[in-house]
């Protein structure tokens, strides 16, 4: 008990610069700089790697690797139709506001925009938020993952919160990542709160947390190989 009343001033300040969207510390600031580096290493060169395995790389329409947003919205079969998008925003454009919300026993991982077809999509690194101190085998409270949540909302609805007359009404909300870790009901609730507390309403998608993604990256690469057989066959012809 004295340990964690000792501790209490680190906790407070860490706390208090994740609320500013800084770091936690500098160690942190210096560790995630790494890791966004590596992440870029990485997807550079992924596309040589699997060249070089003989393995046959499969894109979207931007020409990028899929991502896991937007697998998971295609695992719910969202974004599949060719006659257009199952909704709209607010704003009267095509597409779904959607954020996804990765939860595993070591982090959360926040990214999230407006989505329209599954497989017309960029990368956008600034709509991404980590926290590798809200597992759910740490000691963070629902409040605490619910104020992350909702400062996230804050800093990527920020044109909307300026513009309420485009405000999204309501966002659909996929839960990735270990079934233990998004089948805790407390925090789905506390997610659901602070798209409440954002002033929307939270549509939540959780069933299969572990393998949505999976599911919908199959879905979309089965698709794209037979668009490259049509293709091809015209090229024959």
């Not at 329209?116 to 605490?144: C, K, M, P, V, W």
Request: hydrophobic fraction near 40%; charge should be negative; include cysteine.
């Amino acid at each position: 008990m004295e340990d964690l009343w000792n501790d209490a001033p680190r906790r407070a300040w860490r706390s208090a610069r994740k609320k500013l969207g800084l770091a936690a510390s500098a160690d942190v600031a210096v560790l995630a700089k790494m890791l966004k580096a590596t992440a870029r290493m990485a997807e550079k060169d992924i596309k040589d790697a699997a060249e070089h395995a003989g393995l046959r790389m499969l894109t979207t329409d931007s020409g990028l690797q899929l991502n896991q947003l937007i697998a998971a919205y295609a695992g719910h079969g969202m974004g599949l139709s060719e006659s257009g998008s199952e909704c709209q925003t607010s704003a009267g454009f095509p597409g779904c506001h959607t954020v996804i919300v990765e939860y595993t026993e070591d982090a959360i991982l926040l990214d999230g925009r407006p989505l329209d077809r599954a497989h017309d999509i960029a990368n956008y690194e600034d709509d991404i938020r980590t926290s590798f101190d809200l597992g759910s085998r740490s000691s963070a409270t629902e409040e605490q993952v619910r104020d992350f949540v909702l400062e996230y909302l804050r800093k990527l609805y920020i044109g909307y919160t300026k513009r309420p007359w485009v405000f999204p009404e309501e966002i659909t909300v996929i839960m990735t990542g270990s079934r233990d870790s998004v089948g805790r009901e407390e925090i789905r609730m506390a997610i659901a709160d602070a798209f409440s507390l954002f002033g929307t309403r939270a549509k939540m998608l959780y069933s299969d947390p572990e393998y949505v993604a999976a599911r919908g990256a199959a879905e979309i690469a089965w698709r794209a190989l037979l668009e490259a057989g049509k293709k091809k066959e015209k090229i024959e012809l």
